[in-house]
């Protein structure tokens, strides 16, 4: 039992990435502690599915003479790709993001999220 546990330590790891960054996301009132979080959160996912796609003793998806043809031998590649695509889109996603918050901290003066909705209310 403990050694299979021990043999998951990639997936209580990134557990425990996505707890800290849910905390991040939903415990904190600073806007940029907020987008920090949605970024540990982000990766915390990238880790999960491209620990998910690893198989032991597979080799990387170019066929060899010396191991066949079986693709019970080889990598799929696909989730790679996809989070190689997911990256790209959150890091256009993080910089929207630090935009909006230097755009709301030069309006506001702050970035805490209680005073920005305080003044929202007086307007």
């Known amino acids: 039992m403990g050694e299979e546990l021990l ?15 849910l905390y991040g996301m939903l415990g904190k009132r600073n806007l940029l502690k907020k987008l920090i979080g ?4 982000q990766t ?8 998910g796609a690893t198989k032991q003793g597979a080799t990387l ?7 066949g ?20 889109v959150a890091v256009a996603i993080t910089g929207v993001s630090f935009a909006l918050v230097l755009t709301i901290y030069r309006s506001h003066g702050t970035l805490d999220e209680e ?7 007086k307007r």
């Open 115 to 121: 005073a920005i909705l305080e003044q929202g209310r």
């Open 61 to 67: 998806p170019i066929l060899d003479p010396r191991w």
């Open 38 to 41: 949605m970024t540990v959160f």
């Open 7 to 21: 043999g998951r330590y990639p997936y209580f790891l990134t557990a425990l990435l996505l707890v800290v960054g």
């Open 44 to 51: 915390a996912i990238f880790l999960f599915f491209i620990q």
């Open 69 to 88: 043809t079986d693709p019970a031998r080889y990598i799929n590649p696909l989730p790679h790709v996809l989070i190689l695509t997911a990256i790209v």
